[in-house]
C-alpha cells in the first residue's frame, strides 16, 4: 500500500499563505484573508477550483525545497527538453517601521539546463469556484474581473500566450506578480528580484533571531517558520490551519474547516513562540486573546475568526472534495459548542503579563476585575458536562482535560492575585482549584491505576497525559508513571504514534491517530525520566513530515499515511515544545 502525503509546500507572509504543489500549481489561496473564499482552490476541486500552474510538454519531473531558513519555495521541473525552477514567495520585509505583507505572489522562472518549452495557465475563480471571472488584456498585465477587488497578473510573459495555453520557449527568467486590490506600479522585473532578495533576508534575520537548542535544530526551524506564517498579523491571530474539509481518513466525513483561531490552543503557542524566544509573535497573540477576552462578559467561544469574531455559521458548498471527500465545509460548528478548559487556557495564556518583566504594568489594566471574571466563569461551569478537547458533536461529558485546565488556569490566577496583591482573589482561586482537583480524582480509575477520560466513563483518552506535563501529577511519583504506561497499553500505535482515543464517537471509530498526541507522548516521557524512549519515538515521528518537513493534523498507524487538514499548526507546536522538553531535561547535570 502506497504511503499517502500531501505533495506541497506552504508560502505566506502573515497576511496570506498559499500552497504550492509539486506539480507547480498554486492548489490553495485564499484572498484577502485565510478565511475568504479560495481564488484557487483545486486542492478540492480539480474542476471548479482554477489553477496557476507551469508545466512544459510531455512527462516531467519535479522536486520542490525551501531556501534554507526561509519561506520561500522553489519547485524543479525536469522534462525531455530540458529543466526550470519555479521561486514562488510572499513578499515581507520592513518598511517605514513596519513589515511589508501585501496580497501578492510573486512567481520566478529560470530555465537551468536547455531552452524548455512551458505553458502557463492562469485561472482564478471566485465565491469557491461558483463565479468564473473574465480576463481582460492590459498593455503588460490581464485583469480579473468578478471579486470585490481587482485582481491583477503583471509579467513578462507573452499575454497571449497565457490566455491561450500556448507554449513558450523559456530563453531567459520570466516573472510572473499577481495582486489583490492594489495593483504592482512599478518596474517587473528589479520589483520582484529586490523583493525576492528582501524576503529572504527577512527570513535569515528571523531565524538567527530564534533560540533554538542543539537538538533538532532542521525540524525545530523548518516548524518555526510554518507556525510563524499560520499569524494574522494584523489581529495577531494564528489559525489551526489554512485548510478546510482535508479529511482525517479516506471516506471518514470527518472534514472540518480549521481556518479559525482556538482559545485552546493560545497556551501551547505561546509556549512554543516563548520557547524559541520570539516575544514578538507572543505579543500579538497575547493582544488578540486579551481583546476577544477582557471584555466578554458572557460565554467565550472556542474559537473566532482572524478579526476576534464568533458570529459564524457552518455551511456545505458544492465541490468534488479532496480524494471525493465530501462534505466540503465552510465554517465550524464548533463555534456553538460548550468547552469548558478554555477559561482556564485563557489565564495560563495570559498569566506571562505579570511573570514576564518585559510587559510593562500599563498592558495589565483592571487586572482584579478581569481574572475574577474569568474565575466566576470557571466556578460557574465546573459542573457542567462539555464537549471536551476532541469537540465531541452529539455527546457531552464531565472531561477530565476540561477539568484539569480549570485547576491550571486557578493556580495561574493564585500567581496574578500574589503579583498584585488581592487577598480576596486569591482565596477565590485556592477554593476553585480545590475543586477541580476533586472533580480530576473522580476520573481516577484505581483497579486500572489511570485517570479516566471523563467522569463515569471506562475509556481513556490521551489528553490525560497533560496531567503530567501540567505537573497535578509529580512527573516523579508512582501515580504519574502508572498512569503513562496504562495510557500506553490501550492507546500507544506502532513507532511513536498515539491515538486520541478508540471507542466510537459520532462518526464511529477513529481510524487514524492524532499527530499532536504523538507529541505529547514525547514530552510525557520525558518528564517522567525515560528520555531516551523520548528520543526514540520522537525520531520515529520524524518520518510522518512530508517531502518538505511539514506535518498533518492526522497519521494513519498502519502505513503512515498523512491525513486532515494541512500543513497542522497544532502539529508543529507539539514538535517544537516537545523538543524543547527533550533538550531541557538533557541540560539537567545527571544526563551531563
Request: hydrophobic residues 35%; charged residues 20%.
Amino acid at each position: 500500500m502506497q504511503r499517502h502525503t500531501y505533495e506541497s509546500g506552504i508560502i505566506g507572509n502573515c497576511a496570506y499563505l498559499a500552497h504550492v504543489h509539486k506539480d507547480t500549481n498554486i492548489s490553495w489561496l485564499c484572498w484577502p484573508r485565510f478565511d475568504s473564499s479560495f481564488i484557487f482552490g483545486g486542492l478540492l476541486d480539480k474542476q471548479k477550483g482554477g489553477s496557476f500552474q507551469i508545466l512544459p510538454q510531455g512527462e516531467f519531473h519535479s522536486k520542490q525545497a525551501y531556501v534554507e531558513n526561509t519561506n520561500i519555495l522553489t519547485t524543479t521541473i525536469e522534462c525531455k527538453e530540458g529543466a526550470y525552477t519555479v521561486t514562488d514567495f510572499a513578499p515581507r520585509f520592513p518598511l517605514y517601521d513596519r513589515y511589508y505583507r501585501p496580497l501578492m505572489l510573486i512567481r520566478k522562472i529560470e530555465p537551468i539546463k536547455n531552452n524548455p518549452k512551458i505553458k502557463v495557465s492562469c485561472k482564478p475563480v471566485g465565491d469557491y469556484g461558483a463565479t468564473q471571472l473574465v480576463p481582460y488584456m492590459g498593455s503588460n498585465h490581464i485583469q480579473f474581473h468578478g471579486l470585490e477587488r481587482p485582481l491583477r497578473l503583471t509579467t513578462n510573459i507573452s499575454l497571449n500566450n497565457i490566455l491561450n495555453e500556448e507554449y513558450l520557449v523559456l530563453t531567459e527568467p520570466k516573472y510572473l506578480v499577481l495582486t489583490y486590490g492594489l495593483p504592482l506600479e512599478a518596474p517587473l522585473i528589479t520589483t520582484a528580484e529586490d523583493f525576492l532578495m528582501q524576503t529572504r533576508t527577512y527570513w535569515h534575520r528571523w531565524i538567527k533571531n530564534t533560540g533554538i537548542g542543539n537538538m533538532y535544530q532542521e525540524q525545530v526551524i523548518r516548524s518555526s517558520l510554518a507556525l510563524k506564517i499560520h499569524q494574522y498579523e494584523d489581529t495577531g491571530a494564528i489559525i489551526a490551519a489554512s485548510t478546510t474539509s482535508l479529511p482525517e481518513f479516506d471516506g471518514s466525513g470527518r472534514n472540518w474547516d480549521y481556518r479559525f483561531c482556538w482559545l485552546r490552543d493560545a497556551y501551547y503557542i505561546l509556549n512554543a513562540f516563548n520557547n524559541i524566544g520570539h516575544f514578538e509573535e507572543a505579543e500579538q497573540y497575547f493582544h488578540f486573546i486579551a481583546n476577544v477576552t477582557v471584555q466578554d462578559s458572557g460565554r467565550y467561544n472556542p474559537m473566532y475568526t482572524i478579526t476576534g469574531k464568533a458570529d459564524f455559521v457552518e455551511t456545505i458548498v458544492d465541490l468534488d472534495g479532496y480524494m471525493g471527500n465530501k462534505p466540503v465545509r465552510i465554517g465550524n460548528q464548533a463555534v456553538e459548542h460548550i468547552q469548558n478548559d478554555i477559561y482556564g487556557q485563557v489565564l495560563l495564556s495570559l498569566l506571562p503579563l505579570y511573570t514576564d518583566r518585559r510587559f510593562i504594568y500599563e498592558e495589565r489594566p483592571y487586572s482584579a476585575r478581569w481574572i475574577n471574571n474569568i474565575l466566576k466563569k470557571i466556578n460557574d461551569t465546573l459542573d457542567e458536562p462539555d464537549a471536551g478537547i476532541w469537540e465531541f458533536r452529539n455527546l457531552t461529558q464531565e472531561h477530565c482535560y476540561t477539568n484539569l485546565f480549570q485547576w491550571a488556569g486557578c493556580r495561574a490566577a493564585i500567581k496574578m492575585a500574589k503579583h498584585i496583591g488581592d487577598q480576596e482573589l486569591l482565596q477565590t482561586a485556592r477554593k476553585l482549584m480545590q475543586r477541580a482537583a476533586n472533580k480530576i480524582e473522580a476520573c481516577f480509575d484505581p483497579e486500572r491505576y489511570v485517570y479516566t477520560q471523563a467522569i463515569g466513563t471506562k475509556h481513556l483518552d490521551a489528553s490525560t497525559l497533560q496531567l503530567i506535563m501540567m505537573h497535578y501529577l509529580d512527573p516523579e511519583s508512582e501515580k504519574a508513571r502508572g498512569h503513562l504506561r496504562a495510557l500506553e497499553k490501550e492507546l500507544k500505535a506502532d513507532k511513536g504514534l498515539f491515538y486520541r482515543y478508540l471507542h466510537a464517537d459520532d462518526f464511529g471509530k477513529p481510524q487514524t491517530t492524532f499527530l499532536i498526541t504523538a507529541f505529547w507522548y514525547v514530552e510525557a516521557l520525558a518528564c517522567v525520566g525515560r528520555i531516551e524512549e523520548a528520543i526514540e519515538q520522537f525520531n520515529h515521528l520524524l518520518q510522518y513530515s512530508n517531502h518538505l518537513g511539514l506535518f498533518s493534523e492526522d497519521v494513519d498507524a498502519i502505513d503512515g499515511s498523512q491525513w486532515g487538514n494541512f500543513p497542522q499548526a497544532y502539529s508543529h507546536v507539539g514538535l517544537m515544545n516537545a523538543a524543547y522538553r527533550i533538550s531541557k531535561r538533557l541540560d539537567r547535570p545527571n544526563f551531563l
